[in-house]
């Protein structure tokens, strides 16, 4: 099989998360470690950083990644899901892995597959870990794809745990409170390892802090850190943020984060987090190393999506964020910019409550509703239905393409067109 051949079977054959939903969420880690035992358990051949948490996990891997990049290790990231290429998920110093990479796993180990049956995600943790292992790669930032407890990447015994934070998503499959959810992502702490939880949430702290102590693991909150990171100007949250780290233990750091948008505010306070206990742990990270990564993360890690302009007249702009945390943040960013009309091209999925989300959009604005291009997507016309029952008003389109045609035709040179509402409406844009 050929490199699109390959990518066919995996998604024909096996079951992925991103296209069908709970079907390919597995609740045990049967298959994945079935995998890695045939694979000579590659999990247990390399340094890794665990990144865990409902929103900023993506982008904090890839900070993480940046920064240790920079430093001059060898290192590998995983995360899910990919935008436009599926080896966005495997990268070793931001270089995606080849095609033949994937051909050569996919064909050695068919018979295995057809055996074991495992999910797609299982599969590409597989492969990941095959390749850091045989990669020899210093360190490996390994992002969570699901929940934690039950994740498939949850067989590492990493250096350092990260949990950014907790919020309302897949509670089908992770409870329906945020305590449940909370105890879910909490199953990557391992014994004597220490964990950083990015924000310090008071309906979920001792979720973490209970599990840190039957662990025996150091647990610190991110922004509870003495050390605040502090906003010193920014250039109306379009391209970068300037940021300041007034004191201790990075005294007077200067940042200038090539990731806009002020929720990467929380991100930052984790990153250097992680960093300090890094440091501690042996790895040589300077300050200059910090500055000369963040100035550059989407450059050295091909990470899109993240409050990322994509035309100027009119001006474009989309964000993967699709929870209600993450429209909240999304919101924030909206209002911090000057327009006049707001043209809102939004998609979503059709397993998820979208009730929520809806009800904190703004009815000011005109709505481009259509269907992202998986089995999972939300028809067009539904969401207009149900958004309708909110106020909020505009036409459904045939694909994201028209929508955003639409929208661009629509908006003057001093109106913003948005696109958002799902990982995979922005998938199709960028």
Known sequence: MDYNQTLDYLYTQLPVFTRVGASAYKEDLTNTIALLNILDNPEHK??????????GKGSTSHMLAAILQVAGYKTGLYTSPHLKDFRERIR???AMISEQTVIDFVANYRPDFERIQPSFFEMTVALAFDVFAKEQVDIAIVEVGLGGRLDSTNVINP?????????????NLLGDTLQ???????????????VIIGEYQPEVADVFINKAKQQNAEIVFASEDKSEVQIQSSKEHLEFLEITVPQSPHPSLYIRLDLPGTYQLNNIRTVLTAVDELRKQGFNITDEHIATALKQVKTLTGLHGRWEVLNRNPLTICDTGHNPEGITEVLKNIASVNYEHLHFVIGMVN????????????????Y????PDIPRGLEAENIKEKAAGFGLHGEAYGSVKAALQ??????TDKDLVFIGGSTFIVAEVV
């Open 46 to 55: 390399f340094k890794s950083v665990h990144v865990g948490g409902t929103n």
């Open 92 to 94: 070793i110093n931001g």
């Open 159 to 171: 250096l350092l745990s990260i949990i950014t934070n907790i919020g309302w998503d897949h509670m």
């Open 180 to 194: 449940k959810i909370a105890a879910e992502k909490a199953g990557i702490i391992k014994p004597s390892t220490p």
């Open 351 to 366: 397993d998820k409550d979208i009730s929520k989300v809806l009800s904190m959009l703004p009815t000011r604005a005109t």
């Open 368 to 371: 481009y509703f259509c269907r």
């Open 406 to 411: 639409a929208a661009q035709a629509n908006a």
